[in-house]
């Protein structure tokens, strides 16, 4: 696990084995994966600035996990000491960071690099990955590692635009704003609405 990635802390490889797309539990998985398999020409990139994809992102008061504690996490990466039985989402960020840095994974992330597509070359068999900025890399293998609630669904509701409170998806939660003694309306029906 001590091993030098192929390239420098924060360069961007040209060309990679592996291009994993996303630093959440799946991207930092399959990183550890790779590693223990003595494979180190991957790169992980991170549209963010930080790694935990889900748990990054919703930090809304009372966002828990639906799945026991002890069943979410990694198989090789066990925690007895959960504070409870459906952890929040502070001490879930807490065992994803814990874990990208017991297992050197940051050396191998790109962050502020948001993948916006990639194509197959059936000649070279190789993918060229398309980045928002203007970038491109090439990778023998393309992985999406892309959770599917990490980005926010806003409602398209006639005259939202003309509300005049304070309006906010859960994961994107103002915690600038003081909630104290206004009335909240919670729209949908998933885990942040039962939250």
């Known amino acids: 696990m001590s091993a030098v990635p192929r390239v420098e802390p924060g360069d961007l490889p040209r060309q990679v084995e592996v291009a994993i797309v996303g630093a959440g539990f799946g991207g930092l998985c399959l990183a550890i994966k790779l590693l223990e398999e003595g494979i180190r020409d991957f790169v992980i990139l ?3 600035t930080e790694v935990g994809g889900t748990w990054r992102d919703n930090q809304y008061p009372g966002a828990e996990c639906d799945v026991q504690s002890h069943l979410y996490s990694y198989s090789f990466e066990g925690k007895a000491d959960w504070t409870q039985r459906y952890a929040g989402w502070k001490e879930i960020q807490q065992y994803i960071l814990d874990a990208t840095d017991k297992y050197g994974l940051r050396p ?3 962050f502020g690099q948001q993948v916006d597509g990639a194509r197959f070359d059936e000649k070279t068999s ?3 990955v398309h980045l928002r900025s203007g970038d491109t890399l090439l990778a023998r293998h393309f992985v999406m590692a892309t959770g599917p609630l990490h980005v926010p669904q806003m409602p398209d509701i006639k005259g939202l635009d003309r509300f ?3 309006v906010f998806h ?5 915690h600038s704003y003081d909630l104290a003694g206004k009335r909240v309306a919670s729209v949908g029906t998933g885990g942040s609405a039962i939250q």
């Open 170 to 174: 859960s994961a994107r939660w103002d």
């Open 164 to 166: 005049r409170g304070k």
């Open 108 to 110: 191998y992330i790109r």
């Open 46 to 48: 991170e549209k963010d």
């Open 126 to 128: 190789r993918w060229t």
